[in-house]
């Protein structure tokens, strides 16, 4: 009824570059037709041919409740019978805020926007604005959105097409910002040393997992905050993704590390085009219409989105096992998958937090880009279509997280590892 994947991808590139409206989705890096998708339920997606996988790309972390969650579904119906939008405000975004705040001791103003991307461009805008600075530290492989000044060893997408610095970006933008190792302090403080009172901010992803999931090395972190507190400069966490995901609030409050500007996104949208930016007053005053910092967005606060990241918010606090059932079963498919791989003299690394996971076919878990690029990329190509096969749908690169959602519960991994253990023989062949 609905034709073949096939036939849409052929159809899709005819109007749409490259057949998707965001590059990873093309399988560029691990081949093959991407799955055009009719719906999703729990932690399942229907393709056009009426195939079902168990899905890992979960809207790459928004959907940490399941596809189509009931209670989501109808607060979002709810919201656009009474009007979709008004680009005014309303009681319901203020709760949203309000509910936020509330997560981060450090968090007092609470700004909406419709993306991740404009949610990290703000942040960086702020802290040049306030310190008077044009230098912005970031770290290799990690992906804080398509922003000019972001596109530099950029991850996600970019590291996914290689092309981690994009063309467009002009050479007096790219020089704005400096990308060093991840996991490097000594990098990062030799920088400083050398033109700490040129840098407004260092936007970090607390936890990476743009270059598929890098944790942090002990002391990283609490170096950044040492450096930026004695240069003068911002720290900002970018926690869209891990924020709401790793936890109530995210990896700051997990660590008690307080960043001066946290972005949000994903999560707190469940499933609709809602981020934001948030700290303190002192910085966050500094945008319009309180201070002189412009940022606006026609959609920003959108009811609709409200209502959805309310909703989820909102179940997740409700429900006090949530965080604790997540880590049991992204631990429980970790280990389950490290057993398999050795089990068949499959050299790979599986790194995991709440909610999230990456494998890399590479003996040890990689601390950095240059690490994770030294993994096997064709081994990740072959186990993606040998599980796809299996009706089950991973990331379709090897520099991207799996999320996992409340509703991948014991049967689901139960099945996921039936899958990988039947796929696994079949990786060697092809
Ligand atoms: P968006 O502009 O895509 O909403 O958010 C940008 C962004 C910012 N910060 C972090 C830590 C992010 O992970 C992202 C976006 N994440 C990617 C997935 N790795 C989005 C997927 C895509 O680009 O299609």
């Known amino acids: 009824m609905w034709g073949t994947n096939g036939e849409w991808y052929e159809r899709a590139q005819r109007v749409i570059p490259g057949g998707v409206h965001s590059p990873v989705r093309a399988f560029r890096a691990v081949g093959g037709v991407p799955r055009f998708i009719l719906r999703g339920e729990g932690a399942y997606v229907w393709d056009v041919e009426d195939r079902a996988y168990i899905d890992y790309v979960m809207s790459w972390g928004a959907l940490i409740l399941g596809h189509a969650h009931p209670a989501v579904v109808a607060a979002a119906q709810r919201a656009t019978a009474r009007g979709s939008s ?17 997560a981060f001791p450090f968090v007092e103003r609470v700004r909406f926007v419709n993306s991740g991307t404009e949610a990290t ?10 310190t008077g600075r044009p230098l912005v530290i970031k770290f290799d492989g990690c992906y804080h959105g398509h922003a000019d000044y972001f596109l530099v060893q950029a991850g996600s997408g970019a590291l996914t097409l290689g092309v981690p610095s994009s063309p467009g970006v002009p050479a007096t933008i790219a020089r704005t910002t400096v990308s060093l190792p991840y996991n490097d302090p000594v990098a990062v403080e030799r920088l400083f040393h050398e033109r700490g009172d040129q840098v407004a901010a260092v936007i970090v992803e607390p936890i990476a997992g743009n270059m598929g ?7 990283f972190l609490e170096a950044l905050r040492d450096l930026t507190r004695r240069f003068g400069s911002l720290l900002i966490f970018d926690e869209v993704i891990t924020g709401f995901r790793v936890g109530w609030g995210g990896w700051s409050v997990r660590t008690g590390i307080e960043p001066d500007l946290i972005t949000l996104g994903k999560v707190i949208g469940g499933g609709f085009p809602l981020a934001a930016y948030a700290g303190p007053a002192r910085w966050m005053d500094r945008v319009a219409p309180v201070g002189p910092v412009y940022q606006a967005g026609t959609l920003a606060g959108n009811p609709v989105a409200v209502a959805a990241g309310y909703t989820t918010l909102l179940q997740l606090q409700d429900d006090p096992t949530a965080y604790d059932a997540l880590a049991r079963r992204t631990r429980a498919l970790a280990e389950g998958l490290q057993e398999a791989f050795q089990a068949h003299g499959v050299s790979a690394a599986v790194v995991w937090t709440t909610g999230m996971l990456s494998v890399f076919f590479r003996p040890t878990p990689p601390r950095n880009l240059t690490e994770v690029q030294a993994s096997d990329v064709d081994a ?3 186990f993606f279509h040998a599980l796809l096969e ?27 590892l039936e899958a990988v253990r039947s796929a696994l023989p079949r990786m060697k062949d092809t």
């Open 390 to 416: 299996q009706g089950v749908h991973l990331p379709p690169s090897a520099f991207e997280a799996w999320f996992l959602s409340l509703a991948h519960d014991d049967t689901i991994v139960t099945q996921t």
């Open 86 to 102: 008004y680009g005014m405000t309303t009681p319901a975004d203020v709760e949203l805020a309000e509910l936020v705040a509330s």
């Open 213 to 219: 999931l890098v944790l942090p090395v002990d002391g």
């Open 380 to 382: 990740f190509r072959r």
């Open 121 to 130: 461009m703000t942040a960086v805008r702020i802290a040049r604005a306030v």
